[in-house]
């Protein structure tokens, strides 16, 4: 089965169609959610109802949890409370409401298979670390023994980090786009972000697992960047998000 997994879309219309498109050129069996379906981006009610309709499971986001009022904003910087305010403001109470009955991760998601938005210990969290990677591996090791892969979002960043059976540490794998899953060894995965890229690459990120062959990669679609920010800036949306897509910051 060949799986796409999907996160921080951020109510990125065009970013989000360019992807679904190349994951139906695919032949993709299954679409898997990683969160933040919306929040930054002008369109958050068509991308949320477009990753409903396609998502075998989904996992919530902290920009959903804010907009739907699980999350303080206060915990939120200036730029993404006024946008969770926005985008508030612009869903319908049923997506709204579809929003605050997104589950929290983790998740399992299949044999082996487990989906979180942060980390699999704390939702919110952000695994950037080598303190949060051990910590995330013992947290699976306690709750999801059977684990062979951990898919993550939240940063906005591509990430692969594998354990190796009888390695004492992790080996955190930067600037890789493809890894095979071995025996006896555990993989976090972070496929980056669809809707706001932050590593430095403009192009939409999502990522690609066959459970049978046990190869992951990371794929890369260019959009419509303009046409997004466009829309931002006719929004009303505070500018820099509008300046940032186009530098994938």
């Not at 612009?90 to 991760?105: A, D, F, S």
């Amino acid at each position: 089965m060949t799986c796409a997994v999907l996160s921080d879309i951020h109510g990125n219309f065009e970013a989000l169609e360019a992807v679904l498109a190349k994951i139906d050129s695919l032949g993709v069996d299954a679409v898997y959610c990683l969160g933040d379906l919306v929040g930054y981006n002008a369109d958050p009610g068509p991308c949320a109802e477009l990753v409903l309709g396609r998502a075998a499971a989904v996992v919530r986001g902290n920009h959903d949890k804010g907009v739907a009022g699980l999350l303080s904003l206060d915990w939120f910087n200036p730029i993404a409370k006024e946008a969770a305010l926005w985008t508030r403001g612009n869903l319908g109470p049923q997506l709204l409401e579809r929003l605050r009955r997104l589950p929290e991760g983790p998740r399992l998601a299949g044999e082996g298979v487990v989906l979180c938005h942060g980390t699999p210990m704390d939702e919110d969290a952000y695994m950037v670390d080598a303190a949060s990677i051990a910590e995330s591996f013992r947290c699976l090791d306690e709750r999801f023994p059977r684990t062979r892969i951990c898919f993550h979002g939240h940063t906005h960043s591509p990430l692969i980090v594998v354990r190796r059976e009888g390695d004492r540490k992790a080996s955190v794998l930067r600037g890789r786009d493809e890894i095979v899953l071995e025996a006896g060894s555990t993989l976090l995965i972070n496929p980056g972000s669809i809707g706001q890229p932050r590593d430095g690459n403009p192009r939409a990120s999502f990522g690609i697992f066959n459970t049978d062959t046990g190869v992951f990669q990371v794929v890369r679609v260019a959009y419509a960047v303009e046409t997004t920010s466009r829309k931002i800036r006719a929004a009303g949306l505070p500018p820099e998000l509008a300046w940032r897509l186009a530098e994938g910051r």
